[in-house]
């Protein structure tokens, strides 16, 4: 299995900025799906943003036009730019690998004034 390590969680105001990156262990990182999943309290883990090998994206529709998913694979990292951050952003953010299932140890985005 691929080794997923985020980073880049924080606290940050409503309205605000936050750029999560998640770098993974294996050389072949290129040919895979990778996604970004959040989990709030007290609910389900759900799929905020993906991007294909191909560099197609898709979006859950709250965080459209807000969150901008992209792909380095010479670094083999993903990142996750949030902008116009909302309160009900918060939660644990998960990097994630579709191919094997593969998960990372997650990092907090807390959204507050």
């Known amino acids: 299995q691929v080794r997923l390590v985020e980073s880049g969680g924080g606290l940050v105001q409503p309205g605000g900025s936050l750029r999560l990156s998640c770098t993974a262990s294996?050389?072949?990182?290129?040919?895979?799906?990778m996604g970004w999943f959040r989990q709030a309290p007290g609910k389900q883990r759900e799929l905020v943003a993906s991007i294909t090998w191909t560099d197609t994206t898709n979006y859950m529709s709250s965080v459209k036009g807000r969150f901008t998913i992209t792909r380095d694979n010479a670094k083999n990292t993903v990142d996750l730019q949030m902008n116009n951050l909302k309160p009900e952003d918060t939660a644990v953010y998960y990097c994630?690998?579709?191919?094997?299932?593969?998960w990372g140890q997650g990092t907090q985005v807390t959204v507050s004034s």
């Open positions: 994630h690998c579709f191919s094997d299932s593969s």
């Open positions: 294996r050389s072949d990182f290129s040919y895979r799906t």
